[in-house]
């Protein structure tokens, strides 16, 4: 085994390794493209050297809160209808992060690819969103893909149904870096067709590089796009909003931050700080230890990053061309199939937004930010509690309260392929407060569950929710099994 070394000759080890890499490519051009992003790749790594060596780290006792002109109420913002800004639409482009798996929960290829309404899955809705967009208003958003290595053959595969829609699709993939053994600190790699597991995508903060290198960045600017909205592929509420778009158009903003108050089920979420006198976007990686009660805590920070961002196209490329982006080093530390421990250097968009002049947060409301990282969350954007119009998710006006219950179902719902097996149908919850589901547990077809609801089927036990049913403020426990008749 190779003896952990310096930072200094590490980086000159990484370089020289790098450059072994690079030679064993014939092609020119492709040769000059995986050139391109190793050197990208070792500006970060020699970053996370240097950093290491001079214990660069945030100093906690310089963090205060924004004032109040960084946060903006979405209440405060004047409302911008979209047959009224026609033009300024003209000038966006939608660009989703599509480069994460449904391995989470238990689902093969994109993320983007699973059914979580009506038989339509999340790239579905963004696209019938777009489109309805485009046709309501006759103009043209394009449909931008940030895929991965793993995503992208999958993606160009799915996109192939949308050819007939209103919509342009483009795509890019971001880059493919190597993972770095953890001990010796060398690249795992040894030749650029290595296995998949050898390499990794380094994290949405990829973003503005990739857009670049792969020539979309100058091709919006020159259709004369001018404003870019990102969010991620999974959110739900994330859709294309004139009165946000108005608002930066009219304040000259080159980037803006959705962020939304914070819960308890949020405490982990990045947060918008002043670090210097200059907007920092403070992730729960970068907190030292002994804060990470005070990062959580819904009193001193009380909003978060909903990663739903508005750039201005020529401030990226006026960042890139300059060399501008140096975004915080996320140190991401895994294992490989075989076992071995590996670290990946990763960055998150939302960084950037210190290199963007007249950078700010909108406060927008929790109805923007509807992802779903779960089963549980697929529970409710599959149930009645919401109505679905022209791809977008909206609260069932008849739910008294506009607050969303919380749900937390069990192991044995974790799967989507599990979870489908346990509900006949989505139960009815306009009326539900909380529910909690653990163990061995099936629903029956037209299951209503109101207020709080606690069914615990414990180890060798079995609960049947009988079709019909209607359980309001109940505990169940032990075993139940009605047959239907």
């Known amino acids: 085994m190779t003896t952990p070394q310096t930072p200094g000759a590490a980086a000159a080890a990484m370089r020289y390794e790098l450059d072994q890499l690079i030679n064993k490519i014939s092609d020119d051009e492709k040769r ?14 020699n970053r996370f050297q240097l950093e290491k060596k001079h214990k660069t780290k945030i100093v906690w006792d310089k ?10 109420p979405y209440a405060n913002l004047s409302s911008a209808k979209i047959e009224d800004n026609k033009d300024l639409l003209d000038k966006l482009a939608v660009l989703k992060l599509n480069g994460g798996l449904g391995t989470t929960m238990g689902c093969v290829g994109p993320k983007s690819a699973i059914e979580v309404r009506d038989g339509q899955t999340f790239l579905d809705l963004t696209v019938l969103q ?26 160009q595969r799915i996109i192939q149904k949308y050819n007939d829609s209103n919509v342009q699709i483009l795509t890019f993939n971001q880059s493919r870096y190597p993972r770095v053994n953890n001990d010796t600190l060398a690249p795992m790699p040894k030749d650029p067709a290595s296995e998949l597991s050898h390499w ?36 739900l509420g994330a859709i ?10 009219d304040s000259g903003a080159e980037f803006m931050m959705e962020v939304t108050d914070k819960t308890k089920a949020d405490v982990k979420g990045g947060t918008l700080i002043d670090y210097d006198g200059t907007v920092r976007l403070l992730e729960i990686a970068q907190v030292p230890e002994e804060h990470v009660d005070d ?17 201005s196209l020529p401030a990226i490329k006026r960042v890139i061309d300059n060399r501008e982006l140096n975004l915080e080093i996320i140190v991401n530390k895994k294992s490989t199939p075989d076992g071995t421990k590996v670290i990946q250097l990763e960055t998150a968009v939302g ?55 919380l749900v937390k179902l069990g192991d044995e719902f974790k799967k989507v392929n599990n ?17 909690t589901v653990t163990g061995d547990v099936t629903f029956g077809s037209e299951v209503s569950l109101k207020g709080t609801v606690i069914i615990v089927a414990n180890h060798g036990m079995r609960i049947d929710i009988p079709s019909g049913a209607v359980l309001e403020n109940k505990v169940v426990s032990g075993n139940l099994r009605i047959l239907d008749h």
């Open 32 to 45: 000059f493209a995986f050139a391109k992003e190793m050197d990208d790749f070792f500006r970060l790594y």
């Open 63 to 72: 963090i205060k809160s924004l004032a109040d002109d960084k946060i903006v």
């Open 130 to 155: 777009i489109e309805h967009l485009n046709e309501s208003s006759n103009i043209n958003v394009p449909l931008v893909l940030m895929n991965s290595f793993n995503t992208d053959d999958d993606t």
């Open 200 to 235: 990794y995508p380094p994290g949405h903060g990829d973003l503005f590089d990739s857009l670049a290198n792969s020539g979309l960045l100058d091709r919006l600017i020159a259709e004369g796009k001018e404003y870019l909205f990102i969010s991620n592929v999974d959110n």
């Open 240 to 249: 294309v909003d004139p009165t946000i778009l108005k608002h930066m158009a």
């Open 295 to 311: 990062f959580k805590s819904v009193k001193k920070f009380k909003i978060f990053n909903t990663n739903n961002l508005w750039v």
């Open 351 to 405: 960084a950037a937004v210190k290199h963007f002049k007249g950078a700010h947060g909108i406060n927008v409301p929790r109805t923007r930010f509807l992802p779903v990282k779960s089963t549980s969350d697929l529970f409710l954007v599959t149930s009645d509690l919401y109505k679905l119009e022209n791809g977008q998710l909206t609260i069932n006006p008849k739910r008294m309260f506009q607050t969303v219950p």
């Open 419 to 435: 979870y489908s097996a346990r509900f006949k149908t989505s139960p009815h919850i306009l009326e539900l407060d909380h529910l």
